[in-house]
Each structure stands twice: as structure tokens, then as C-alpha cells.
């Protein structure tokens, strides 16, 4: 089964760059949207960032312009390049990829989360 392996987390200074990565132990479908989503304390999960197949990408507003996303399907891995980070980027990261038949199946899958604390 697909399984999400997330690691790059750590504390960084306000305005620094941190990028996570998020590989899959068996290799996606090619209709798999990936994406990143955080959830900070007291907060609901929501959605940062996420990238089809096709490449095409979204972002959250408080996030656009700071963060991108990619993927490598050479390395099944999806990432996440964080700039400019604010304390408000403070939050657990988790990486997910997700897919909707035609049929009405759901195919959807998350990584463990990885810690992001952005403080001085």
C-alpha cells in the first residue's frame, strides 16, 4: 500500500527558507493530486499548497508569492520550498495525495506530519 514519508522540519528565524519533502514508498498514480497542508494549535487542518499531475498548482492566499510546490516523479517525491516564513507559519505539516474516480472511489492517503516552528 502507498505509504507518505514526510522529513525537512525544524525550528527557523523569522524570513528564513525551509523545504519539505514528502516521498511515497510505492508509486503514485499519475491522477494523484499531491498537496500540503498544515495545522497550527487551536486550528483547523487546511490546505497550503497542491499540484496535479499535470502541474498545475494552488495556493492558499496567505501563502502566495513564499511557498512552492513541486513534484519529481522520477523520485516520487513532492515538495514544499517555504520562504519569507512568519511566525504564522507555525504549524504541523502533512503531506497527501488524493484521487476521485470517475466511478465515485476515493483514494486518499497522509503522511505523518512534520513540525514547523518559525520563531526568534
Known amino acids: 500500500q502507498v505509504q507518505l514519508v514526510e522529513s525537512g522540519g525544524g525550528l527557523v528565524q523569522p524570513g528564513g527558507s525551509l523545504t519539505l519533502s514528502c516521498t511515497a514508498s510505492g508509486r503514485i498514480l499519475s491522477a494523484y493530486t499531491m498537496g500540503w497542508y498544515r495545522q497550527a494549535p487551536g486550528k483547523q487542518r487546511e490546505l497550503v499548497a497542491s499540484i496535479t499531475s499535470e502541474g498545475i498548482t494552488n495556493y492558499a492566499d496567505s501563502v502566495k508569492g513564499r511557498f512552492t510546490i513541486s513534484r519529481d516523479y522520477g523520485k516520487n517525491t513532492v515538495y514544499l520550498q517555504m520562504n519569507s516564513l512568519k511566525p504564522e507559519d507555525t504549524a504541523v505539516y502533512y503531506c497527501?495525495?488524493?484521487?476521485?474516480?470517475?466511478?465515485?472511489?476515493?483514494?486518499?492517503?497522509w503522511g505523518q506530519g512534520t513540525q514547523v516552528t518559525v520563531s526568534s
Open positions: 497527501n495525495g488524493n484521487h476521485v474516480t470517475s466511478w465515485g472511489r476515493t483514494y486518499d492517503y
